[in-house]
């Protein structure tokens, strides 16, 4: 299969603390992006690290990428209560150009 | 900040019948995409579109499914006969250069119900 999965599928934690997701898929990738969704609605895009990167910020987000384990996270710092949404992680294969490839989502809940 | 649109945003069907939905990608953008979101479930990629051309399709996109650029703006998506199974929010995305490159830029989704 090109899917890869996310875990946890479901993560609740309190207000101010981590959160911590984890991607893996299985092929060569030229990049990874992570997006937010807000429930029923569109995909945000949060962050793009390429595969000759291991680490990226962006505020309060911290993604990184291991090639050689093919997986990848994103932490997100001091998370508020507007942090709740479901997390994806998308991959470009490096044998195709014109598509992302989806994770299973990890569903966050932050609690106030 | 320039953004991807889509109209409309739900779109209620009786099966059999065709619809298209509408999408406008970033306007100095290249590459255009759909995927669809099965209630509950993961992103799956249709097809994609560069040069007015389809430049890669997936399983899902058989001959029920049909893109066009009908002009400078606008990136449809056409299902001729719907099917129950077509239920889902279809995405539409655009990027500058290809996605191995930069990235993929989403708009807000049409919720599609075919009963």
């Known amino acids: 299969s090109q899917q890869g999965e996310e875990d946890p599928q479901a993560l609740s934690i309190q207000e101010g603390e981590n959160a911590t997701m984890n991607c893996s898929y299985k092929t060569s990738i030229n990049n990874l992006q992570w997006y937010r969704q807000n429930s029923g609605r569109g995909l945000v895009h949060l962050i793009l690290?390429?595969?000759?990167?291991r680490e990226k910020h962006s505020g309060r987000l911290r993604v990184t990428l291991d090639t050689s384990k093919k997986s990848s996270s994103l932490l997100i710092t001091a998370s508020r209560a507007a942090d709740t949404a479901s997390y994806f992680c998308?991959?470009?294969?490096?044998?195709?150009?014109?598509?992302?490839?989806f994770g299973s989502g990890t569903r966050l809940l932050v609690r106030p | 900040e320039p953004e991807v649109t889509q109209t409309p945003s739900h779109q209620v069907t009786q099966m059999g019948q065709e619809v298209i939905l509408r999408c406008v990608p970033i306007?100095?953008?290249?590459?255009f995409y759909w995927y669809r979101q099965i209630l509950g479930q993961k992103v799956e990629f249709l097809v994609s579109?560069?040069?007015?051309?389809?430049?890669?399709k997936s399983e899902i996109f058989d001959d029920q499914f049909s893109v066009e650029r009908p002009d400078g703006s606008n990136f449809t998506l056409k299902i001729r006969s719907t099917k129950l199974e077509d239920s889902a929010m279809y995405f539409c995305a655009s990027s500058d250069i290809g996605v191995a490159y930069n990235e993929q830029f989403f708009g807000p989704g049409t919720r599609l119900t075919v009963l």
């Open positions: 998308a991959w470009a294969e490096r044998d195709s150009s014109y598509k992302l490839i």
């Open positions: 306007s100095n953008h290249l590459y």
């Open positions: 690290i390429r595969s000759n990167e």
């Open positions: 579109f560069y040069n007015n051309e389809i430049s890669e």
